[in-house]
């Protein structure tokens, strides 16, 4: 399986937005975890290979969107209404299978190496 790439982190200030994008290939489920400074890693979104079944954590719904475009075999993370505590790592993850807790790691089989956001306040 192919490593994802992430790129689109940023300064941002409170308020703002970015938009996350992930290079991916194959017929993967995707999802975008975040780790912030002192705490673990942690589930932000989610979406199946053909985009639609979206899942968010309850901080960010409402403010964030997962979205796809496969002919670009990429996956953005639409980020609104930023906010200090959006502050982390973000992290785009692939697996084969639909099936399984989307908010578990280890069902995730490739990671990219992340990519940093910081909202000022």
């Known amino acids: 399986q192919v490593q994802p790439v992430e790129s689109g982190g940023g300064l941002v200030q409170t308020g703002g937005s970015l938009r996350l994008s992930c290079a991916a290939s194959?017929?993967?489920?995707m999802g975008w975890f975040r780790q912030a400074p002192g705490k673990e890693r942690e589930f932000v979104a989610a979406l199946s290979w053909s985009g639609g079944s979206t899942y968010y954590a309850d901080s960010v719904k409402g403010r964030f969107t997962i979205s796809r475009d496969n002919a670009k075999n990429t996956v953005y993370l639409q980020m609104n209404s930023l906010k200090p505590e959006d502050t982390a790592v973000y992290y785009c993850?692939?697996?084969?299978?639909?099936?399984?807790?989307?908010?578990?790691?280890?069902?995730?089989?490739?990671w990219g190496q992340g990519t940093q956001v910081t909202v000022s306040s």
């Open positions: 194959g017929r993967t489920f």
């Open positions: 993850a692939s697996r084969y299978s639909s099936f399984g807790d989307y908010r578990a790691q280890e069902t995730y089989s490739a």
